[in-house]
């Protein structure tokens, strides 16, 4: 999948469910979903849950931080590249994004807003390394939403924290691209 493909698929979904167990994974294929995120499994069983998500159509995207027996270093990206073929990438660390995309994979950075040096710092890191998309968190923070997507060139996807339709519509009416929710109730059709 290619960045505009990508961009489709959250254009025309909005929704990116985060899939923190494997019991989950089922309920997540059946979503009508922009792309999933797994942070679950490990190095042994994750190539599995890739395909099972490519063989539905569903960009997937890992969040390597939380794969167990993969390094974060160019050769766990290599074999993640190369092996897992994933479309993509999460990660708070500027040094993953580079080396993701020196791999062809396609990356979302991860930002955490917890007061307002986090801000500066993250727009800072985020204009260096260029990911294809950022994930602002926690996503009820539409006013952070709105200034980053008015600085930035990139699809603003809001995460964490999320609980219910209402918070969601208030994301995206604030710019965000989509939203990333890691609550099975809120991967229904109908929420959005």
Do not use: C
């Amino acid at each position: 999948m290619n960045q505009a493909e990508f961009y489709q698929k959250l254009d025309q979904y909005k929704l990116i469910a985060s899939v923190k167990e494997t019991k989950f994974l089922e309920k997540a294929a059946s979503a009508r979903l922009g792309a999933v995120v797994l942070s679950v499994g490990n190095i042994g069983v994750i190539k599995g849950y890739v395909d099972f998500f490519k063989s539905k159509k569903i960009p997937v995207f890992l969040h390597l931080e939380r794969i167990g027996g993969i390094s974060y270093d160019r050769e766990g990206l290599a074999f993640v590249s190369n092996y897992v073929k994933p479309d993509g990438i999460v990660t708070t660390r500027n040094t993953m994004v580079k080396l993701a995309k020196k791999q062809g994979l396609l990356t979302i950075q991860r930002l955490f807003l917890v007061d307002s040096d986090a801000f500066h710092s993250g727009l800072a890191s985020v204009q260096e390394t260029q990911p294809d998309a950022l994930e602002l968190m926690p996503a009820l923070l539409p006013e952070f939403i709105k200034e980053y997507r008015g600085m930035l060139e990139i699809p603003i996807i809001a995460g964490g924290l999320l609980r219910n339709r209402q918070q969601i519509l208030e994301a995206l009416q604030a710019g965000a691209a989509a939203v990333s929710a890691g609550s099975p109730a809120l991967w229904k059709e109908n929420v959005l």
